[in-house]
């Protein structure tokens, strides 16, 4: 059983920054992938980043430049660092930990963009 905690997400104008951790503990046995899923209203779940137990990422085409995402293996935390933010970036954004269906998700954490 792995936990996820997210924090970071918040208000902010169009052209800011905020940045988002995940924080995984429990039955963490070795690093595994970990990603940022973000779901807007009346929208589906999108992928939005991950990275390996590695270090390779890979992007939504929509936040590829803006959005980075980066990983502390030592405390199990993944970060999303999300620059030049756009209105469209508001929803709820979720932490994901481990393997498609197998993996863990976090609680999620609202981000809002203002125009």
């Known amino acids: 059983q792995v936990q996820l905690v997210e924090s970071g997400g918040g208000l902010v104008q169009a052209g800011g920054s905020l940045r988002l951790s995940c924080a995984a503990s429990?039955?963490?046995?070795?690093?595994?992938?970990m990603a940022w899923y973000r779901q807007a209203p009346g929208k589906q779940r999108e992928l939005v980043a991950a990275?390996?137990?590695?270090?390779?990422?890979n992007y939504a085409d929509s936040v590829k430049g803006r959005f980075t995402i980066s990983r502390d293996n030592a405390k199990n935390t993944v970060y999303l660092q999300m620059n030049s933010l756009k209105p469209e970036d508001t929803a709820v954004y979720y932490c994901?930990?481990?393997?498609?269906?197998?993996?863990?998700w976090g609680q999620g954490t609202q981000v809002t963009v203002s125009s």
């Open positions: 990275i390996t137990s590695g270090g390779s990422t």
């Open positions: 994901h930990h481990g393997v498609g269906a197998a993996g863990s």
């Open positions: 429990g039955s963490i046995f070795r690093p595994l992938a």
